[in-house]
């Protein structure tokens, strides 16, 4: 994932299982806490909140896992957004340990109406600012 934005976090005992070992819904936060910095640095704003009329919403999500993460582990999470469609957006992520890959997947968010629910364009500021599109 060349040119990917990384982000880094340390697994929490709240992540694991009684074992001490990443619960599955763990790695969503991994995901999640990685889409919000990479879009709060590119857009300056609290995603998934573009603004008073649109929000993004997820649509699909996938995670295939490799190998345990456990409670004090220090991870990479590296992420890689593109465009699906005019309302679109997949985000792309792989973890690691290290060297070692722990957890591979991806978001779809769809650009929604908030007070209508229905997908909308996405606003072209957030695509520029999104992938440093220059206007």
């Not at 699909?60 to 991870?75: F, I, P, Q, V, W």
Request: hydrophobic share 40%.
């Amino acid at each position: 994932m060349e040119d990917a934005f990384v982000y880094e976090e340390t697994v929490r005992i709240y992540d694991t299982d009684a074992q001490g070992v990443v619960h599955y819904a763990g790695y969503y936060r991994f995901f999640t806490d990685a889409l919000e910095q990479f879009a709060n640095q590119r857009t300056g704003r609290i995603f998934p909140l573009v603004n008073d009329k649109v929000w993004f919403v997820v649509v699909e999500s996938n995670a295939k896992y490799y190998k345990s993460a456990r409670t004090g582990d220090r991870l990479k999470i590296n992420l890689l957004p593109s465009q699906l469609s005019e309302k679109a957006l997949r985000f792309d992520f792989r973890i690691k340990r290290d060297d070692d890959l722990i957890c591979e997947g991806y978001i779809v968010q769809v650009a929604i109406d908030k007070t209508k629910w229905k997908s909308v364009q996405i606003p072209g500021e957030i695509i520029d600012a999104l992938f440093q599109k220059k206007s």
